[in-house]
């Protein structure tokens, strides 16, 4: 079985609290190597774009975030030709039907419910880790 | 001999019995020409039947005269030989004018009423033209009879359509205003949609961290309460968020309509507003200038709620080490509304010396819960500024906004002048 290592992920995160609680997920999961967090979308597709030699293997974001949410950022980099390969995975307390729609249609490989408990925030790496290959 | 004078007598004086027939007949027919027989008594094995104009022809004629419709006969060339009193009444002009004048001058689509005409030869013709006499119009159905062979002439009735296309105009206003109606609450509907998909995600998000860490504090419950001092701080805020946000969601509710209209003198609203204020204004040193501010017509308490959450803003949004200053000037602006060129609005101004915004984030600070910093920056929930753009539409008015990024920003509010 082919085991996954060294992954590289960026997470967009306004709120602290829940930064906290992912940035330990993965940093405790065995497959990521490399895990850096930015506070909105604005945040996130600048330093995708200051960082286009060293991408990151991933990219989670949150959608509800301060001047630039999740969607618009999604959009970004789905039309940056440069940017658009990176696997993007949204996650949000909730997230409508519509919006849903629109981030499948900006290339998004899967839309994720924030968990209710600490342990279920331990199951987001592994869902990514399942969904990437 | 004799034999042969007789027949010739016979015969002279049937002859001129025949001749007194045929004089009496001839007399018959000038009568009934000039209208002077009534009747005519027939007998007929030896019953005397009676044949009177009041059973038979004059009937019709009662008939085509006293018809609520409008029914006349034209020549070939056009010319009227006949029309009924309700035909008269109809173009309002006495029958005797009316007879041996063209059809076609008391019609407005000439060519609509010719087309009837040509397809008359293959049947009856029937459709809708217009009358035009003297500049009135008047929607007609018509029905033409050719009369010939036995007339040269046209038969033409005409039924009067201007109660019925008024009628046709009303329903189709009701339509119409019926269809924007049902546009308008479909938009209201969708915006309600957006609107709850937006404030269950806002409410959502701080339960679920209360619930993430009460789970942690339950499942893990043998670690010293003091480890656990940080969840209980999330806990804690997350709910005076929750509270926070409950409060701003029943402001912003209040705000969709306009509720007692009244003459309000801005300049006391913001006396009030500032009055209100007043401890966080010493306390950041502010300062608030205005004077000659416009009276409108309007809503006291969302005037307050407008002007408080416009200054409450700009002491929120201040410069680190620069004490606000906050000015409120007003002007009469017009061409501001592009449909409404002459329209005249009271025209205020709120500018303050705060950090600004990016001109590509202006669009955005009147959507509800639309924020430009982190919680840990500023606190608040996105709602201000969205009662400020409701309570502005509420009034016939709108908000702008001009500003540049650390240089502070120009909230702009007009008020449509009302005509008296």
């Known amino acids: 079985m082919e085991v996954t290592t060294g992954l590289n992920i960026v997470i967009a995160e306004d709120d602290t609290d829940d930064a906290n609680i992912i940035i330990k997920s993965f940093n405790r999961h065995k497959a990521f190597k490399k895990v850096t967090r930015v506070k909105n979308g604005q945040e996130l597709v600048n330093y995708l774009k200051d960082n286009k030699s060293d991408l990151p293997d991933i990219v989670l974001t949150d959608i509800n975030m301060p001047i630039k949410n999740g969607v618009e950022a999604l959009s970004d980099i789905f039309h940056d030709s440069a940017l658009c390969k990176i696997p993007v995975f949204v996650y949000s307390s909730t997230i409508s039907p519509m919006y849903e729609r629109k981030c499948k249609e900006l290339g998004c490989k899967a839309c994720l419910i924030k968990p209710f408990s600490i342990a279920e925030f331990d199951d987001i790496p592994n869902q990514i880790v399942y969904k990437l290959k | ?420």
């Open chain 2, 1 to 420: 001999m004799k034999g042969k004078d007789l027949n010739t007598q016979h015969l002279l004086e049937e002859n001129q019995e025949l001749k007194v027939q045929l004089m009496e007949a001839q007399a018959i027919i000038d009568a009934i020409r000039e209208g002077e027989v009534d009747a005519l008594v027939v007998n007929a094995n030896g019953h005397a039947n009676l044949y009177s104009l009041e059973s038979a022809d004059y009937t019709y004629r009662l008939l085509i005269e006293k018809f609520g419709e409008g029914a006349l006969s034209i020549s070939d060339k056009g010319n009227v030989l006949y029309c009924n009193q309700y035909f008269a009444n109809l173009i309002n002009l006495p029958a005797h004018k009316i007879v041996g004048s063209f059809f076609n001058s008391y019609v407005d689509s000439v060519g609509q009423f010719k087309e009837l005409q040509d397809s008359l030869a293959s049947g009856l013709s029937k459709g809708e033209i217009v009358l035009n006499v003297n500049g009135v119009k008047i929607p007609v159905y018509v029905s033409l009879t050719d009369l010939r062979p036995t007339l040269p002439a046209i038969g033409i009735i005409v039924t009067d359509l201007s109660e019925k296309r008024k009628t046709e105009e009303a329903l189709e206003l009701y339509q119409r205003k019926l269809e924007n109606k049902v546009a308008e609450l479909n938009e209201t509907n969708n915006d309600l949609e957006q609107f709850i998909h937006v404030i269950s995600h806002d409410i959502k998000e701080p339960i679920r961290k209360i619930v993430t860490y009460a789970s942690d504090l339950i499942e893990v419950p043998n670690e010293p309460i003091e480890s656990k001092k940080d969840n209980l701080k999330i806990i804690k805020n997350s709910a005076l968020r929750l509270n926070s946000l409950v409060d701003d969601l029943v402001k912003y509710s209040m705000t969709t309509t306009k509720n007692s209209e009244q003459e309000i003198d801005l300049n006391e609203v913001l006396a009030d507003v500032v009055d209100d204020l007043e401890i966080i204004i010493i306390e950041r040193s502010a300062k608030i200038n205005f004077r000659d501010l416009p009276k409108i017509k309007g809503s006291l308490v969302q005037m307050r709620q407008l002007f408080s959450n416009l200054i409450s803003n700009s002491l929120k949004y201040r410069k680190v080490k620069v004490k606000p200053k906050i000015t409120i000037t007003a002007t009469v602006a017009s061409g501001v509304d592009a449909s409404f060129q002459k329209k005249v609005f009271n025209k205020l101004s709120v500018q303050d010396n705060g950090i600004g915004m990016n001109e590509e984030n202006i669009k955005k600070i009147f959507t509800i819960f639309q924020r430009l910093h982190t919680p840990e920056q500023y606190s608040g929930n996105g709602i201000g500024l969205a009662i400020c753009k409701r309570i502005m539409e509420n009034h016939g008015g709108r908000i702008e906004v001009e500003s540049k990024l650390n240089e502070g920003s120009t909230f702009h509010l007009y008020f449509p002048v009302k005509a008296n």
